[in-house]
C-alpha cells in the first residue's frame, strides 16, 4: 500500500452550469500522518476542497482518491469513514443531550458496541482533555471546549484523516489557543493525517507543508517557513503577514542580517542574540 | 454625543429565581468623538451594555446618558426613534439581518423608517455604497445573492444610512479574512475621522484595539477591570492573563526581547518598522562597546 492517503487529481468544481469554477484544475496529495494546512482568502475554494474530499460534493472534472477509493455515490459511506470534518460553527454539531451521548452519535451510526463505545469515549475525551465534562449539558460549554468535543467526536471513529475547515474562526482568543494545542496533541497521539484550512497564518506554523489557494487554484505548495518570506506575495493574494516575519523583514532592511526566516518569538530572539554576542 | 454610564447594573429576570447580573455598577464616561474599544471574554457584559446605548434595554440601576437622552430603570427618553437614529448599531453578523428584494430597498429600509425623504435616502446611498466598496450596479441585485463578505458591507451600508452620530460595532470583522478584516476596520475608521463620530467598537482583538481606539474598557464578569489609554492597558500582562485576555503580540515579543537581552523597550504602539530600527540600534551598539 503507498503512503498516499489523499490525491486530487485535475481537480474542476462549480456549484452549477452558469456559475464560475469554484476550483480550476486543482491536482495534490496527502500522506499518510502528515499535516497539511490549506490557506487563502474568502472564496480562494478551501472550503470546497474540504466538502469534495468526503462526497459532500462532487466533481465535475477530475477524480479524488482517498486511501486509494474513489470518491463517488458509491463508496461515500466508506470514505466517509475515514475522512472525519470538523467545521466553522460550534453550536450546529451537536446533537446529544451530554458530552457523552453526543461524542456516541457517531459510533452508534456505524454500529459499534457498547463495550467499544464506552471504551472509546474515555480515550478520545482525553485526548481533547475533557474527561471531566462526560455528564456536561453541550450548551453549558464554551466555544472552544464544544469544538474539542466536536473533535473528539470525529476522532471516536477513527478516521485516517481529520478535517479542521475553519474550526477556530468562531472562537475568541482563548479558544483558538485550546483547539491548537488539542490538535497538535491529537496528531502526535494518532495515527492520523490532519488538514486544517484556515485563512490565519498563525495556524499554518505548526503544519509539515502548505498548500496556498487562490481564486480556485492552487498556487503553491510549500513549508511554512519558505511561504512566511513571501510577504510582497501574501499581502497580494489577500492574506496577513505574522508580526514576526514583518518584523524579521524590517530589521533586514535596518542592515541586521538574519539568515533564517522565523517561524516564532524564539527563533527570532535566539538569531538576534548571536549577532548580538558575536559583535 | 458624550455617553456617560452612572452605577449602571442590568439584572435580566429580575424578581425571579432566574434573575442573573450581567452588568454591575458599570462607571464610565466617553467623551464625544472618542474611539472606545470595549474588550472582555465571552459572557463579560459586552452584548448587555451595548444594548443600553440605544435603549434597545433599560438599566435596572443607575442611569445612562447619550448626549441629552437620558435612561433609568423607571425613565425612558420621549422621543426613542430619535435616540435610536443617532446611534447606529452594527450587531454580530449583520448579515443576518438583510430581507428586501433588492440592495437598494435593503439600504434605505433604515432612514426611511426615521422619516427621511426619497431624495435625501438617494444621496446617501450615493455617498455610502462607495464608502463599504460596493458599487452602483449592485442596486437592484437581491442581496441574497452576494457572498458574506458582500452581504455585511450591505447590511452596513445601510446603518451608515441612517447618519448616526455614535457608531457601534460589535465584532464587525468577525470570520471576515484578512484583507477583509483591515479593510472594513480602515472604512470605519475613516467614517469617524471624517464625520467626527463617537464609534464604540466591541472587539476580541487586541491588534485591532490597538490600531484604531483612543481609549480602551476591559470588562469582566460584568464590571469594569481596567480602563485607559492602550497604551497604559496593554502593558499589565498579568492583570490581563488573569481575565484570560492576551497582550497585543508586540508586547509580548518586547517582554521576551527583555528577558533575553537584559534591555527593556517600551510599548508606544510602535510599528514593526520602528521597532526594527530600535532592535538594530541596540544589536549596533552591543558592537560599539565591545
Known amino acids: ?279 | 454625543m458624550d455617553i456617560i454610564f452612572k452605577n449602571v447594573s442590568y439584572t435580566y429576570q429580575q424578581n425571579s429565581p432566574f434573575a442573573h447580573k450581567a452588568i454591575d455598577q458599570l462607571n464610565f464616561h466617553i467623551p464625544s468623538g472618542t474611539f472606545v474599544a470595549i474588550v472582555g471574554h465571552t459572557g463579560s457584559g459586552k452584548s448587555t451594555l451595548i444594548q443600553h446605548l440605544n435603549g434597545l434595554l433599560q438599566p435596572t440601576e443607575g442611569e445612562v446618558w447619550i448626549g441629552d437622552y437620558h435612561l433609568t430603570p423607571d425613565k425612558k427618553p420621549k422621543d426613542m426613534k430619535k435616540l435610536r437614529s443617532s446611534v447606529g448599531v452594527v450587531f454580530q453578523y449583520p448579515e443576518h439581518q438583510l430581507f428586501e428584494e433588492t440592495i437598494a430597498k435593503d439600504i434605505s429600509f433604515g432612514p426611511k423608517n426615521f422619516g427621511v425623504g426619497d431624495s435625501e435616502i438617494q444621496r446617501r446611498i450615493n455617498e455610502v455604497l462607495p464608502a463599504v466598496g460596493l458599487t452602483e450596479d449592485f442596486l437592484e441585485r437581491s442581496p441574497f445573492d452576494l457572498s458574506g463578505g458582500q452581504m455585511r458591507r450591505v447590511a452596513i451600508a445601510g446603518v451608515l444610512a441612517t447618519k448616526p452620530k455614535v457608531l457601534v460595532l460589535d465584532e464587525p470583522t468577525a470570520g471576515l479574512d484578512p484583507r477583509g478584516q483591515r479593510e472594513m476596520m480602515d472604512m470605519f475608521y475613516d467614517r469617524h475621522q471624517k464625520e467626527r463620530l463617537t464609534t464604540i467598537l466591541v472587539t476580541h482583538s487586541m491588534e485591532d484595539a490597538v490600531t484604531y481606539a483612543d481609549h480602551v474598557i476591559i470588562l469582566n464578569k460584568g464590571t469594569k477591570y481596567m480602563e485607559g489609554k492602550p497604551e497604559e492597558v496593554f502593558v499589565q500582562k498579568a492583570a490581563l492573563q488573569k481575565v484570560q485576555l492576551d497582550v497585543p503580540e508586540i508586547v509580548t515579543f518586547l517582554d521576551r526581547f527583555e528577558a533575553r537581552f537584559g534591555v527593556s523597550i517600551p510599548f508606544t504602539r510602535q510599528t514593526e518598522k520602528e521597532l526594527a530600527s530600535t532592535i538594530a540600534n541596540v544589536i549596533k551598539e552591543g558592537s560599539v562597546h565591545e
Open chain 1, 1 to 279: 500500500m503507498s503512503n498516499k492517503l489523499v490525491e486530487f487529481r485535475n481537480v474542476s468544481f462549480r456549484y452549477g452550469e452558469e456559475q464560475p469554477w469554484v476550483l480550476k484544475n486543482c491536482s495534490f496529495e496527502i500522506y499518510k500522518e502528515e499535516w497539511v494546512a490549506i490557506i487563502g482568502h474568502n472564496g480562494s475554494g478551501k472550503s470546497t476542497i474540504a466538502k469534495l474530499m468526503n462526497g459532500l460534493l462532487f466533481p465535475q472534472e477530475g477524480e479524488i482518491y482517498i486511501d486509494g477509493k474513489l470518491v463517488q455515490e458509491e463508496t461515500i459511506w466508506d470514505i466517509r469513514k475515514d475522512v472525519g470534518m470538523v467545521f466553522q460553527n460550534p453550536d450546529n454539531q451537536f446533537v446529544g443531550t451530554t458530552v457523552q451521548d453526543d461524542v456516541a452519535f457517531g459510533m452508534e451510526n456505524r454500529g459499534f458496541s457498547r463495550e467499544d463505545m464506552l471504551t472509546r469515549i474515555e480515550v478520545v475525551l482525553d485526548a481533547v482533555r475533557m474527561q471531566d465534562y462526560r455528564l456536561t449539558e453541550p450548551h453549558r460549554l464554551s466555544g472552544g471546549q464544544k469544538q474539542r468535543i466536536a473533535i473528539a467526536s470525529v476522532l471516536a471513529i477513527s478516521p485516517k484523516v481529520l478535517i479542521l475547515d475553519e474550526a477556530t474562526a468562531m472562537l475568541d482568543p482563548k479558544g483558538r489557543k485550546e483547539i491548537m494545542a488539542t490538535v497538535t496533541g491529537v496528531q502526535e497521539k494518532n495515527n492520523v493525517a490532519l488538514l486544517t484550512i484556515t485563512h490565519d497564518l498563525q495556524e499554518i506554523v505548526q503544519a509539515d507543508r502548505v498548500i496556498v489557494m487562490n481564486e480556485g487554484e492552487v498556487w503553491q505548495e510549500t513549508t511554512p517557513r519558505t511561504l512566511f518570506s513571501q510577504q510582497q506575495e501574501l499581502r497580494e493574494i489577500g492574506l496577513d503577514v505574522p508580526f514576526i516575519a514583518t518584523l524579521a523583514n524590517e530589521l533586514k532592511q535596518a542592515g541586521i542580517p538574519i539568515s533564517q526566516e522565523p517561524l516564532n518569538h524564539k527563533e527570532l530572539l535566539e538569531e538576534l542574540w548571536t549577532l548580538y554576542s558575536r559583535t
